[in-house]
């Protein structure tokens, strides 16, 4: 990771890991439809209004920051998309999924059902196009799915869900339930007696993100 020239305009565009391994399947999944804007790098804060210089610099600071060159890992980059609310909202949106840890012996199910807070005037709603969800490594599920979105963009994603015992890949589906199992395959413990990771939501219409580490431990011998 380095630092790139912000005094010109830079276009460094990579693939994340996630994109690597769909592009791996070399089965069609692999398909850029949309992108998004972060401002993962800026410090708000340094946005000084009362810069003697005048209103003109008031963002100097912000403007001569350096900017990080694009790296592959999608669960360090885009943490902070941009999204679009209605003027003079004072609160951002932030999702609950009314646990703060994930935490599942072996074989155990769990539905999460995320709710998005602060959102278009709502104490409490739930997201039109419902929310993303990735396991990082979904070798500790033995299911991991999204329902109750019935659009093509959630069916595809959940078709294509990789489930996989050799290799730490993510998985990412959509809903606005998530549904998860603990994997009952005690050669994923090695000589250890819990397996950890995380999972991340995002609610697809406000932006709002929230991880969350989960926790399997192992119950069976056999």
Do not use: C, W
């Amino acid at each position: 990771m380095g630092y790139l020239n912000n005094q010109v305009i830079t276009v460094d565009a990579i693939l994340t890991k996630k994109g690597r391994e769909l592009l791996a399947q070399n089965d069609g999944s692999f398909r850029i439809t949309q992108f998004a804007l972060a401002d993962d790098e800026i410090d708000y804060t340094l946005y000084n209004p009362t810069n003697p210089s005048g209103s003109a610099y008031y963002g100097e600071a912000i403007e001569n920051m350096p900017l990080l060159e694009a790296f592959p890992d999608e669960s360090q980059i885009m943490k902070y998309k941009l999204a679009t609310l209605p003027r003079g909202t004072a609160v951002l949106p932030v999702i609950s999924l009314g646990l703060s840890v994930v935490s599942l012996p072996q074989g155990t199910a769990l539905a999460i059902d995320p709710q998005t807070l602060n959102y278009l005037g709502n104490t409490t709603a739930r997201e039109t196009s419902g929310y993303s969800a990735t396991i990082a490594d979904v070798r500790t599920m033995a299911t991991f799915n999204g329902v109750g979105i019935q659009s093509t963009a959630a069916t595809q994603q959940n078709t294509t869900s990789t489930t996989t015992l050799g290799t730490n890949v993510s998985s990412t589906v959509i809903g606005t339930q998530i549904n998860l199992r603990a994997t009952t395959v005690n050669t994923l413990f090695g000589s250890n007696t819990q397996l950890n990771t995380t999972l991340t939501v995002v609610g697809l219409d406000s932006g709002a993100r929230i991880t969350i580490p989960v926790n399997i431990t192992k119950t069976s011998t056999t």
